[in-house]
């Protein structure tokens, strides 16, 4: 398996413009998670879903941010209007029922 | 509240000593505790899981110990050299969560 896979790597855009993290989880696992890490914080978790339902959303900062998990192979984390201090690495990560963690290389997010 | 301590923040040591990293967790009712390692600008590595059931991991020069009833881990790197430089996390799952808790990590330099 390739693991898990995000994409942009990375992502600069402007105050305001919406922003769109994609995640693939590693096939068979049945949670997904979403984090955000910064200097500041360190690590937070923002969402996490099993079975493709949101389970917890309370890390979810504002009402600018929604993550939606369509199918078992893919999720979305989307800011709109992107502000920056939102600026951060955005990571995704996947795992079986309790089982071990893994995440993916991060998406590194800048909005000027 | 559940919360994960790593000490020492930073840890400079010249190549070839072993060395010990600290974890401890404020509730012995654990379902299992990991170890991550994360270079900079990427994203975490999985490096052991250790159960609730067991006392010990081991893969290659790393070795991780769980004390349940202290409420400590160790991970345990021997004849470090400079590619162990890196931060590394410990993570607790928690009995009944399906999230795990991280600790803000160890900085650690190994120099040639």
């Known amino acids: 398996d390739a693991g898990v896979i995000q994409s942009p790597r990375h992502e600069v855009t402007e105050m305001g413009q919406e922003v769109t993290l994609r995640c693939k989880p590693i096939?068979?696992?049945?949670?997904l998670f979403w984090y955000r890490q910064t200097m500041m914080r360190g690590l937070e978790l923002l969402i996490y879903?099993?079975?493709?339902?949101?389970?917890?959303d309370s890390g979810m900062p504002e009402d600018r941010f929604s993550a939606k998990m369509p199918n078992a192979s893919f999720s979305t984390l989307k800011i709109q209007p992107s502000e920056p201090r939102d600026s951060a690495v955005y990571f995704c990560?996947?795992?079986?029922?309790?089982?071990?963690?893994?995440f993916g290389e991060g998406s590194r997010l800048t909005v000027l | 509240k559940q919360e994960v301590t790593q000490i020492p923040a930073a840890l400079s040591v010249p190549e070839g000593e072993n060395l010990v990293l600290n974890c401890s967790f404020t509730?012995?009712?654990?379902?299992?505790l990991q170890w991550f390692r994360q270079d900079p600008g990427k994203g975490l590595t999985s490096l052991l899981l250790?159960?609730?059931?067991?006392r010990e991991q081991t893969s290659g020069r790393l070795n991780a110990s769980l004390d349940k009833s202290s409420g400590r881990s160790t991970l345990y790197i021997a004849a470090s050299q400079p590619g162990d430089s890196a931060t590394y996390l410990c993570?607790?799952?928690?009995?009944?969560?399906?999230?795990?808790?991280f600790g803000k990590g160890t900085m650690l330099l190994v120099s040639p």
């Open positions: 250790i159960q609730s059931s067991q």
């Open positions: 096939s068979g696992h049945d949670y």
């Open positions: 993570a607790v799952r928690y009995s009944g969560y399906s999230t795990l808790t």
């Open positions: 990560a996947s795992s079986p029922n309790r089982g071990e963690l893994f």
């Open positions: 509730d012995s009712a654990i379902y299992n």
């Open positions: 879903f099993n079975n493709n339902v949101p389970i917890d």
